[in-house]
């Protein structure tokens, strides 16, 4: 009998070892934060289609696909407390419902976000992905296999392609040719993300297409009205896109 | 599902002694009534604990209880294991066999109707186009490369001749997009697959639930063909004891070993990297191979090593199918090497000396890498 016991309590104590590990982070010290995206052109909301826009170079171009991945959000706080979520999220214009996602993050203060603007290299390798990164969503190279990080797509008169066509499919997660970008985003001075147990905080991203043309690299189109592979021109459009992004708000 | 039978012994009354029937924690001894409810409570638990745990990091959740019948991928004997276990996040089973098997004979992939993968990839060829240096595809339009034959894809990590594709999972998007050959969208195979009144039930069988995603589609697929082993023909069976190789091809296999087994390692018959055997340029096509997917210069005109095995059946050879029989794929080594290009291998710098004689019986042996265990096998048959 006794040893009966002395194992139905080792087995217990097993059991209640392994949930621990699995625990979730239990609702009562977390809160949630919407963060949310305005694409923009120059501050203007981006009008897909419709707008028409001028680049730096005085090239007129409209808009008619703007989609990118977000990946690995955290939110890091003075005391240097990080919660990451490995989400994916494909950001789709002409998509509203992709435009914000929520997460559940510890209550805290928090003074910055931080995210993987693409798709960390492990998951360009691991076969078929589902939900964001689902190949129908029109974001994976099937001759050169990668995920396009970033895709803007329009009409331009510059254009030396049929139809006029604008095309840029950013992508490569390989040595020279990688264009992930880690992107820190600090909250204006004074302004803090606050999470309390069961509130909800919202974080407004504005994204700038401006930002792609320029700086540090100039992309005219009329040189460059294509981009489909990874390499040098890849790379320079991501290292201009990088800063595309900007806080517009923080909302306790 | 012993132990669902320990629980029904406990609850049931009149329960016969435990002791007579195989437990799972091995307690062989009669049991009190108080025991039984605490063993009955930790069974409980535990088997709480088991379906949150499944629930959490098993690939396949299956709703009603069913599992499909999982298979043991094997590696035959004195093979070198895969460098990646493709079957690591598709856990192979035989449903899901079978249902990569009807989609890969279905022609409804393809925009058309008219084209299945085994239109170009014929297991009597050793699921290679046979006679074809292009395969045809869409309104019989060309692929621009010739289709390889289709085994031992579990031993590769790289596939198609420039390696553009990084996982077998994801390869039949590119046939199924491409304009010369499926031309299909994957939007489009998705709503024929699930207005079809086997499939839903097949899915089922094989992941657990109706549902049909490109996921599923992609990794039933990739059990099909990742399945698809060449292991058995006349050189397995000497290698074993089993057969013995006549005079000429025991020449061959000498000749072979001294001069062609720095890249088509055995007992693949490749080491699946890329490499330039010195075929010039079609200028026609243009195609410089790994460059076109790494960018880089020193990639220039590399391909992927093709294994050997089964090369009887292949014919066109080399990437584009430019030679049409062995003999003429052997001439290139013995004449035909480009030696200007900078990229050229440098196991190829020399050109061999090759006598008829050798030839011929390099020709005997390459013969006897034909394995018809694949080639006529109803496993891997429509």
């Known amino acids: ?252 | 599902m012993k132990c669902l039978q320990i629980i029904k012994d406990i609850l049931s009354k009149g329960s016969k002694p435990l002791s007579k029937r195989s437990s799972c924690k091995g307690t062989s001894v009669a049991l009190g009534v108080r025991s039984r409810i605490i063993i009955l409570l930790s069974l409980c638990i535990t088997l709480c604990a088991l379906l949150i745990g499944a629930s959490n990091n098993s690939p396949v959740k299956f709703a009603d209880g069913n599992l499909p019948d999982y298979i043991e991928f094997k590696i035959p004997a004195g093979w070198p294991k895969p460098p990646t276990n493709i079957f690591a996040k598709n856990k192979l089973s035989e449903q899901g066999f079978q249902l990569g098997k009807k989609l890969f004979y279905d022609p409804r992939l393809s925009k058309d109707g008219s084209i299945s993968c085994a239109n170009c990839h014929q297991q009597f060829a050793a699921f290679a186009t046979y006679e074809h240096d292009f395969s045809h595809g869409h309104n019989d339009q060309h692929t621009s490369r010739n289709a390889p034959a289709l085994f031992n894809l579990a031993w590769m990590t790289k596939y198609h001749w420039d390696g553009g594709i990084n996982h077998i999972e994801v390869q039949p998007l590119s046939p199924i997009t491409s304009p010369t050959e499926m031309a299909e969208t994957l939007e489009n195979v998705l709503i024929k697959l699930k207005s079809d009144t086997a499939y839903p039930k097949l899915f089922k069988a094989a992941f657990g639930t109706e549902e049909i995603n490109s996921q599923r589609m992609l990794k039933a697929l990739a059990q099909f063909t990742g399945s698809i082993v060449s292991s058995n023909s006349k050189y397995d069976k000497v290698l074993r004891g089993e057969a013995s190789f006549t005079y000429a091809e025991e020449n061959g296999y000498k000749f072979f070993k001294a001069n062609c087994a720095g890249c088509h390692i055995e007992p693949l018959f490749t080491d699946n990297s890329f490499r330039n055997n010195g075929l010039e340029i079609n200028t026609f096509l243009k195609d410089y191979g790994r460059m076109n997917i790494t960018g880089n210069p020193k990639d220039s005109l590399k391909f992927k090593v093709p294994s050997l095995r089964n090369v009887a059946l292949s014919f066109p050879y080399m990437h584009d199918g430019r030679y049409y029989s062995l003999g003429a794929a052997i001439e290139h080594y013995r004449k035909g090497i480009v030696t200007t290009q900078s990229t050229l291998d440098p196991l190829l710098a020399n050109t061999f000396n090759i006598t008829n004689a050798q030839k011929y019986e390099l020709i005997y042996f390459l013969n006897t890498l034909t394995d018809t265990s694949i080639t006529r096998n109803p496993r891997f048959a429509k």
């Open chain 1, 1 to 252: 009998m006794n040893k009966i016991f002395l194992l139905l309590t080792l087995y217990f104590l097993a059991l209640l070892n392994t949930q621990s590990h699995s625990q979730k982070i239990t609702t009562s010290n977390t809160g949630t934060v919407k963060i949310t995206f305005i694409n923009t052109v120059k501050g203007q909301p981006l009008a897909l289609n419709t707008g028409s826009y001028t680049n730096p170079f005085g090239e007129a171009y409209t808009v008619s696909k703007f989609k990118y991945y977000i990946s690995h959000v955290s939110m890091a706080g003075a005391k240097g407390d990080v919660n990451e979520v490995e989400n994916y999220y494909l950001v789709d214009e002409s998509k509203p419902e992709t435009l914000h996602f929520s997460l559940t993050i510890n209550a805290g203060n928090y003074n910055r976000l931080n995210f993987l603007l693409g798709v960390d290299s492990l998951h360009n390798v691991s076969g078929a992905q589902s939900g964001a990164l689902d190949p129908l969503n029109d974001m994976f190279w099937t001759w050169n296999n990668g995920y396009i990080m970033a895709k803007l797509e329009g009409r331009s008169p510059q254009s030396k392609l049929v139809n006029n066509k604008l095309e840029f499919h950013i992508g490569g997660f390989m040595g020279e040719n990688n264009v992930l970008k880690n992107i820190t985003l600090h909250f204006p001075p004074g302004k803090f993300l606050n999470i309390q147990p069961g509130k909800t905080s919202e974080i407004m991203i504005e994204a700038d297409i401006d930002t792609w043309w320029q700086q540090p690299n100039d992309i005219k189109i009329a040189e460059h009205a294509v981009c489909s592979s990874p390499g040098q021109l890849a790379k320079k459009i991501a290292d201009n896109y990088s800063k595309m992004f900007s806080i517009k708000d923080v909302v306790n």
